[in-house]
């Protein structure tokens, strides 16, 4: 499992130590024993030629494994250091599909809002486009072919403890933390391996 990429303090006061503590820790790794224990179930039924839980074990790895990847994005996509905004090749894809910066926050808060998981920022290579997705649960709401490059937790153990019902303001400050640099290697990462 990845560890943080910064103290657990250190993204205080947005994301308190006690909040990164139990996300990090609890439910996170939560996520990864989840999909370590579907590949076992997985693995002994092909073992033993049974498929008869084939259904469940499919959910649970589908839950856990999109929960894993959005969290490791989510820690990596933020930084003590963050804010600002992006630039170069990034800001520029990003007028080009929103009409400007601000459109862009303006749309993804909105799907913060909206979402009972996960607001992301994905790149979609067949249609060449970036686009907003709000997200319930991990993967409800998922787009094949499309690859986040910024996610943001709006699951309520995110933010309930710091900021109780005002998940706005979590968002507002989650956003100020965002490491541009991280989030356009992600999308230079996809827009090279695909055009
Ligand atoms: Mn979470």
Redo the contacts with the bound molecule.
Sequence with gaps: MVELPYEYDALEPAISEQVMTW?HDT??QGYVNGVNSAEEGLEAQREEGDFSDTGSLLDQFTHNFC?NVL?EM?WNNLSPNGGGRPEGELMEKIEEDFGSYENWREEFKAAASSASGWALLVYIPYTDELHNVAVDDHDDGAVWGAHPILAV?V?E??YYHDYGPDRGEFVENVLDLVDWNDVHENFMDMFEKFN
Excluded: C, I, L, V
């Design positions: 996300h439910h996170h929960g969290h989510f937790d699951w153990h995110s």
